[in-house]
């Protein structure tokens, strides 16, 4: 089974830059989406395809994907960017679509 | 505009059945694979089904292969899950998301619905 690994938690203060990281085996050759999910509401998503923005993701979100980490960058952090982000891939070998175990956002 | 709503959510002893239904609008439903993904309270995303868009492929997650079942309605635009044999730790709220178009990823999310196994 294909496995993502991400931090638990990640705190910033209002303006500077987040960093979320999923890891995963040869994470490079596939395709990594990031969802936003706020207290009691679904997921939304905000970057696809490893660097690629849904034209409601503000541009201060951006995406990378290299070796076995993918990494979501959030500029600029506002108060409402805090939420859980996940990371999300499919994985061909075994036709399952797999999620990080998430990263709480904390703006200090 | 992309709407998905979940209905069919409750309480359910273990071991009995319950069936959820999404009701999709906004897009063409009968070229989209769509997903179920579920939560647990306090915990993460956790996939469970994929159908594609002309219900010929189907995938599941292995802890409910053989006990859930995803199918679609695309004259009725109708997206079900029918869950047998349920136990506690199927107990989450359920989401019904819609294929970004490439079978790789959800692009739209319902709101949910709770289910809760519980004697």
């Known amino acids: 089974s294909y496995v993502l690994t991400q931090p638990p938690s990640v705190s910033v203060a209002p303006g500077q830059t987040a960093t979320f990281t999923c890891g995963g085996d040869n994470i490079e050759s596939k395709s990594v989406q990031w969802y936003q999910q706020k207290p009691g509401h679904a997921p939304l998503l905000v970057v696809y395809d490893d660097d690629d923005r849904p034209s409601w993701t503000p541009e201060r979100f951006s995406g990378s994907n290299s070796g076995n980490m993918a990494t979501l960058s959030i500029n600029r952090v506002e108060v409402g960017d805090e939420a859980d982000y996940y990371c999300q891939v499919w994985h061909t070998d075994s036709d399952i679509w797999k999620f990080g175990g998430g990263t709480k956002l904390t703006v200090l | 505009q992309v709407h998905l709503v979940e209905t069919g959510g409750g309480v359910v002893q273990p071991g009995r059945s319950l069936r959820l239904s999404c009701e999709a609008s906004?897009?063409?439903?009968?070229?989209?694979?769509m997903y179920w993904v579920r939560q647990s309270p306090g915990k993460g995303l956790d996939w469970v089904a994929t159908?594609?868009?002309?219900?010929?492929?189907?995938f599941y997650t292995d802890s409910v292969r053989g006990r859930f079942t995803i199918s679609r309605d695309n004259s009725r635009n109708t997206l079900y899950l029918r869950m047998a044999n349920l136990r506690s730790d199927d107990t989450a709220v359920y989401y019904c998301a819609k294929d970004a178009g490439y079978v790789q990823f959800p692009d739209f999310w319902g709101q949910g619905a709770l289910v809760t196994v519980s004697s």
């Open positions: 159908i594609f868009h002309d219900g010929r492929r189907i």
């Open positions: 906004g897009f063409n439903f009968s070229e989209n694979a």
